[in-house]
């Protein structure tokens, strides 16, 4: 009688034998990886499909998303020309000064990505027609299919849909339209609404970007971010010949339009914001008084307002320079940046309304000469790892 030959183990079962973590408990193993860096966990999920099950398992990934919620940072998107490498920098926004985290990212040597707000530890990058998604805590980036238009200005926000647990991109691009009115480019409201294409792009494989309808004629606002919300997308824009508040549903992908108040320094100097889980606008002019305007609700189109008075800075900088508002923090400090950007350290302004106080946050290692950076707010750390989506 011929004797069956053992079947061979596969190279995973061999390495699982010589796995000492194999015999730690579940529990051991998750407290494990929640000390652990996003970086190291990301490539740890590629050592065996054990490890990968429990990191990419429900459980696990509430449990960090559940931390980073709670434990917010602040982004550094810092671009270094002589190096053509775009660099992230992150530290606690609780404490800004402590914490402080690299991860860098080498671009293309003609290509300068210009970044939106992050979103659930994610982050967009586009130029031009060519967009790409990472995760700059981990130094992950994938390309995105190229956007669909041979236009050049460009205008895109990423965001989160909660309902269909979905990321989407939504991209706007505009037809200039020519005439001598538009040489008085240093005042928006000379930027009449034109026609623009809007489409739309959901993050997973095979996806392409979709065109869409909206029945608002409007133009975005260039010189203002757009701000992710609870599922909707928020930008300002210019319509029916006033500055307005434009949204988009991601559930949904429907366009709406809110009145902003009927205040001359808002219309002519306002910036979006996002003030403690709030839409907001803030508006100063070249000197005076910094007001809030925070949106209490967007059915009724309700706005209420804050004046906060910045102090001189001259005995914290040495100089007079022009200071620009960045954000504000849970704790309700002000951030306030300089015009032009300080020399290296790169610093910053926290400046607490209440108690009329300043103090300057050093940031260590991103303010070398001639680096463009940019501040982002509520970014939350995520081990997550991202497929191929072209």
């Avoid at 434990?71 to 920098?89: A, C, I």
């Avoid at 409007?218 to 599922?231: A, E, K, L, T, V």
């Avoid at 106080?357 to 790892?385: C, L, P």
């Amino acid at each position: 009688m011929k004797k069956r030959g053992r079947k061979s183990k596969k190279p995973e079962e061999k390495r699982a034998e010589y796995d000492p973590s194999s015999i730690l408990p579940l529990e051991l193993k998750i407290e494990i990886l929640m000390k652990s860096p996003p970086k190291s966990i990301a490539k740890l999920g590629f050592v065996s499909n054990h490890w990968s099950s429990i990191i990419r398992g429900q459980v696990f990934t509430d449990l960090y998303m559940r931390r980073s919620l709670a434990h917010p940072r602040l982004l550094f998107s810092v671009y270094r020309p002589n190096m053509q490498m775009q660099f992230f920098h992150s530290c606690s926004q609780e404490d800004p000064s402590s914490d402080h985290r690299s991860v860098s990212y080498t671009l293309n040597s003609d290509l300068r990505y210009s970044f939106s707000p992050p979103i659930g530890g994610l982050i967009f990058g586009q130029n031009n027609t060519k967009a790409m998604i990472g995760n700059p805590s981990t130094g992950q980036f994938v390309p995105l299919p190229r956007i669909k238009t041979q236009r050049k200005h460009i205008f895109s926000i990423f965001g989160y849909d909660p309902v269909n647990d979905l990321y989407k991109v939504l991209c706007m691009t505009v037809r200039t339209l020519r005439g001598p009115h538009y040489f008085r480019w240093e005042d928006p409201m000379w930027e009449e609404p034109m026609t623009e294409e809007h489409q739309v792009f959901t993050l997973g494989p095979k996806q392409k970007w979709r065109m869409l309808e909206c029945k608002y004629l409007h133009r975005h606002h260039s010189g203002s971010q757009g701000i992710c919300r609870d599922g909707v997308m928020y930008y300002l824009a210019s319509f029916n010949d006033k500055r307005s508040l434009m949204s988009f549903d991601l559930s949904s992908e429907e366009f709406n339009v809110t009145k902003l108040p009927e205040d001359y320094i808002l219309q002519q100097f306002g910036n979006m914001v996002d003030h403690s889980g709030k839409i907001a606008i803030v508006s100063q002019a070249y000197s005076g008084p910094m007001d809030l305007w925070v949106l209490e609700d967007v059915s009724k189109e309700e706005w209420s307002k804050v004046a906060a008075i910045v102090p001189s800075i001259t005995d914290i900088v040495g100089n007079d320079q022009r200071v620009i508002f960045r954000g504000i923090l849970s704790t309700g400090e002000i951030i306030l940046s300089l015009l032009p950007t300080p020399k290296p350290p790169f610093f910053f302004l926290c400046y607490d309304p209440k108690e009329k106080t300043a103090r300057k946050v050093v940031i260590q290692g991103i303010g070398e000469d001639y680096a463009a950076i940019n501040v982002f707010f509520d970014h939350v750390e995520s081990h997550m790892v991202l497929s191929k989506l072209t």
